[in-house]
T-cell receptor, first 112, second 109 residues
Framework: DVKVTQSSRYLVKRTGEKVFLECVQDMDHENMFWYRQDPGLGLRLIYFSYDVKMKEKGDIPEGYSVSREKKERFSLILESASTNQTSMYLC???????????FGPGTRLTVL | RKEVEQDPGPFNVPEGATVAFNCTYSNSASQSFFWYRQDCRKEPKLLMSVYSSGNEDGRFTAQLNRASQYISLLIRDSKLSDSATYLCVVRGGGNKLTFGTGTQLKVEL
């Protein structure tokens, strides 16, 4: 079974703090994704990566950056957290077969 | 217009009922289609892929109408455990998926 893990289930940060969200997958998948999920807006793609050190902007990249130094790990960085970044953050990975995205359990981030 | 549109519901149905969800997509070049299920406070998980010829998995039937850019999910003999949010998902070119906002289903005794 594919396993995607995220570093924290719940996180509380203050406005202006730098926040790191970590995601690790154990299936040697090339593609990894970061989404945020908000009521009424669904899942929105922030960034994705199709290979180590490669990244592409999704639909809402503003205020975020990412890092993919190793194939199994994809990090989302909030350089200066703001209250409108309070959300559920979901990481996903996808193999070459491209048939299923596997999601991590999510990190519920609250920015005060 | 949203790329993927779904009726948010909630759909409240009695156990044993048949319920259908619909979804429309705007990109006619979309290549793959899926239904994901998301339980409350959990991550989305693939329920089933949707093929042009239609496909069935137990009590679940998915249909695709490319001409009308329309996808459906039919659940027969609803169970309490079917209560969840059902996400319509479309893949255009590449590996990027676009998610609908989901349709909430509540199955009641």
């Amino acid at each position: 079974d594919v396993k995607v893990t995220q570093s924290s289930r719940y996180l509380v940060k203050r406005t202006g703090e730098k926040v790191f969200l970590e995601c690790v997958q154990d299936m040697d998948h090339e593609n990894m994704f970061w989404y945020r999920q908000d009521p009424g807006l669904g899942l929105r793609l922030i960034y994705f990566s199709y290979d180590v050190k490669m990244k592409e902007k999704g639909d809402i990249p503003e205020g975020y950056s990412v890092s993919r130094e190793k194939k199994e790990r994809f990090s989302l960085i909030l350089e200066s957290a703001s209250t409108n970044q309070t959300s559920m953050y979901l990481c996903a990975s996808l193999g070459l077969a491209r048939d299923t995205q596997y999601f991590g359990p999510g990190t519920r981030l609250t920015v005060l | 217009r949203k790329e993927v549109e779904q009726d948010p519901g909630p759909f409240n149905v009695p156990e044993g009922a048949t319920v259908a969800f619909n979804c429309t997509y705007s990109n006619s070049a979309s290549q793959s289609f899926f239904w994901y299920r998301q339980d409350c406070r959990k991550e989305p998980k693939l329920l089933m892929s949707v093929y042009s010829s239609g496909n069935e998995d137990g009590r679940f039937t998915a249909q695709l109408n490319r001409a009308s850019q329309y996808i459906s999910l039919l659940i027969r003999d609803s169970k309490l455990s079917d209560s969840a949010t059902y996400l319509c998902v479309v893949r255009g070119g590449g590996n990027k998926l676009t998610f609908g906002t989901g349709t909430q289903l509540k199955v009641e005794l």
